[in-house]
């Protein structure tokens, strides 16, 4: 396992705790790793409910102790949370997106990409509103589980919710200071030092495509008066000295990245070809997620991650003598993990709630809707004919029902409604299209 080493529990009352979530989490990961078959709910909930009859005896003998249950502190900790990142992936994996245990990693991603968006000090009002969207999503959800599922779970999911929120109030309120005419040269600055970190870890480097970054530094110097941002009214704008910052900030990253050619401090290599290998692992996911992820498979990459991230010693990477990295490759090595957290995240809120037995049958109907939509949008069909392919595959879906149910063997998988909700989606979409065949032959007609 990836997960930290850290010291067994202290409390002898905790031994027999751990050695059960041990075996629980032996079986998750058996489950995970199966591939012959589809995962069902009724793998997966047995082992839930074991790991909560744990939390619940675990509580139980730190009722009284003065510490922070929902922080990791032992290996039992670990362990846990390591259960509880599986249970919540295999309830994404069998389409129970919309349940509060399916929340549990996706919590964990927004946590330590938020502890890394406060720790990298840039930050653009996008990124905060796909998370503030996450959080109160997972509000929601939440709160349709408090009648069916464990407080203790809930319990934990909630106080990190708020800490997610608490970090996040933060970091909103360090842009509230932006003047709306700063806010375009502040977010294309945030995206010039990303992608000079990008341009800085691509397999081969490429000095054009920097130099093109500093075009963009120097036509944003070059929009300011008297080394000042300013309105349309020629007042200086509000919140511009950090702008001028992050300005300074990118100009410098160039040039060290230039300077470099993306070569990394060899003290440092074995780190870099992991997250390299991992970031592109990820990337290519996220361009084939709907054929190719099953969310169970993210968790290697988290722990991997994990591992990788809590390494550091006050938030330096250190070499086999324990010195600290330089700033290139210090900045290099954060840029990959946050990248592939960031992709981790993406990859979290895409997962649609549908069981991965029925999504081929839900990828079809995404290709087959963007089809038609594509043909309406193109300017429909000019006869029927040329919408029968696309009934052809309708019916043939369709066929598979067995009293509007799609069947896997003898299970009926998770995620019905939504692969309903799709198929009656193109239903009507081609309808549409050869409704307005009839229309257009009715007035050729009446002409």
């Not at 909560?52 to 922070?68: F, S, T, W, Y």
């Not at 930050?123 to 407080?151: C, F, N, V």
């Not at 309708?394 to 998988?413: H, Q, T, V």
Request: hydrophobic share 35%; net charge negative; proline share 3%.
């Amino acid at each position: 396992m990836d997960s930290p080493a850290v010291p067994v529990p202290l409390d002898p009352r905790e031994q027999p705790i751990l050695e059960r979530l041990l075996r629980t989490r032996d079986a998750l990961l058996l489950l995970k790793q199966d591939k012959s078959s589809y995962i069902k709910s009724r793998d997966v909930l047995p082992l839930y409910e074991e790991v909560i009859g744990q939390v619940e005896g675990l509580n139980a003998v730190r009722k009284n102790q003065d510490r922070d249950r929902r922080v990791p502190h032992s290996r039992l900790d670990y362990v846990l949370d390591d259960c509880f990142q599986l249970i919540s992936l295999l309830f994404l994996t069998v389409g129970r997106n919309n349940e509060a245990p399916a929340t549990y990693s996706l919590s964990t991603t927004v946590l330590r990409l938020l502890h890394h968006l406060e720790e990298a000090g840039f930050y653009s009002a996008k990124d905060l509103e796909s998370i503030s969207q996450t959080l109160d999503s997972m509000r929601e959800t939440l709160g349709r589980g408090k009648d069916t599922h464990s407080p203790h779970l809930l319990e934990l999911l909630e106080s990190r919710l708020v800490e997610c929120q608490k970090i996040f109030d933060k970091l909103r309120k360090g842009l509230e200071h932006l003047s709306p005419e700063l806010v375009k040269y502040h977010e294309t600055l945030v995206s010039i030092l990303r992608s000079t970190s990008a341009a800085n870890t691509r397999s081969k480097f490429s000095s054009s495509e920097i130099l093109d970054l500093q075009e963009g530094l120097k036509e944003i110097q070059n929009s300011t008066k008297d080394g000042n941002f300013v309105g349309s009214d020629g007042q200086i704008l509000e919140g511009q000295e950090n702008v001028k910052r992050l300005w300074e900030r990118c100009w410098r990253w160039t040039e060290i990245v230039l300077e470099r050619k993306g070569r990394i401090d060899e003290r440092f290599q074995e780190q870099y070809d992991r997250l390299f290998e991992i970031r592109n692992q990820l990337e290519r996911l996220s361009m084939t997620q709907a054929w190719s992820l099953r969310e169970t498979d993210l968790f290697q990459y988290q722990r991997k991650l994990d591992r990788i991230d809590e390494a550091r010693v006050n938030g330096n990477f250190l070499d086999a003598n324990n010195q600290p990295a330089d700033l290139h490759t210090q900045r290099t090595l954060l840029y990959l993990i946050r990248r592939s957290y960031a992709y981790i995240y993406a990859l979290l809120i895409a997962s649609e709630p549908v069981s991965e037995a029925l999504l081929p049958i839900y990828n079809q109907l995404q290709t087959l809707r963007r089809c038609l939509l594509e043909v309406k949008d193109s300017g429909g069909v000019s006869n029927a004919r040329e919408l029968y392919p696309y009934s052809m595959k309708l019916n043939s879906i369709d066929n598979m029902r067995i009293d509007g149910k799609f069947y896997i063997g003898n299970d009926i998988p998770e995620g019905q409604g939504s692969v309903n909700a799709l198929l009656a989606e193109c239903y009507e979409l081609a309808y549409e299209l050869r409704a307005a065949v009839d229309e257009d032959k009715e007035d050729r007609e009446e002409s």
